[in-house]
């Protein structure tokens, strides 16, 4: 799901991803829909989607959460 070859690139979660994290980056800490807001400015993502980003990027260590915000990690 990360890198799929049966879809564009455009609709994976590592695509995706990237563009929760340069909202992220930019913002270095806000609220979970704040940034669902901000990312859906640029490209319109389904909830669902959002939520596998986020948990892409927690796993690799780039975010983490805490009361309701998602902070970058540094």
């Not at 609709?11 to 980056?25: E, R, T």
């Amino acid at each position: 799901m990360l890198l799929p070859d049966n879809i564009a690139p455009e609709d994976s979660i590592y695509y995706n991803g990237a563009i929760v994290l340069k909202v992220v980056q930019r913002e270095r800490r806000i609220s979970l829909a704040n940034l669902f807001c901000e990312v859906n400015k640029s490209k319109a993502l389904s909830f669902p989607i959002f939520l596998l980003c986020l948990d892409w990027l927690y796993l690799i260590n780039c975010v983490s959460m805490q009361n309701e915000e998602v902070i970058l990690c540094s």
